[in-house]
């Protein structure tokens, strides 16, 4: 019987490549005091882990290595937490399947 291959998501990320647009992130939080309910769940949420808190409490965002999978935009774009684009073309991820 043929053994099932093993897949890990860590190394499937690791084939794919960053393009960083320097000094234009494509996404932006608004600028706050005490984080909303959303800026905190994206902490835990973003599969790239482009969120985090700051030492003053507040959540910032990192877009490099950003999968442009749109959790944070459906979550929490429409509370006026932040901005989200697309990166300007030939920007941003750059996915290696296989
Ligand atoms: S689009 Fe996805 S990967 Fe990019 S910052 Fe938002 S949640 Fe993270």
Redesign the pocket.
């Known amino acids: 019987m043929a053994e099932t291959p093993t897949v890990r998501v860590e190394e499937k990320l690791y084939q794919n490549r960053y393009l960083v647009d320097a000094g234009r992130p494509h996404?932006v939080v608004a600028p706050h005091e005490k984080p909303s309910k959303e800026l905190l769940l994206?902490v835990k949420?973003?599969?790239?882990h482009?969120y985090d808190i700051n030492g003053k409490g507040q959540v910032e965002?990192s877009?490099d290595g950003?999968?442009?999978?749109?959790?944070?935009?459906v979550l929490a774009e429409g509370s006026g937490a932040l901005t989200w684009t697309y990166p300007r073309g030939g920007y941003g991820i750059l996915f290696k399947f296989g």
């Open positions: 996404i994206l949420l973003c599969p790239a482009c965002v877009p950003c999968l442009e999978c749109g959790t944070c935009r």
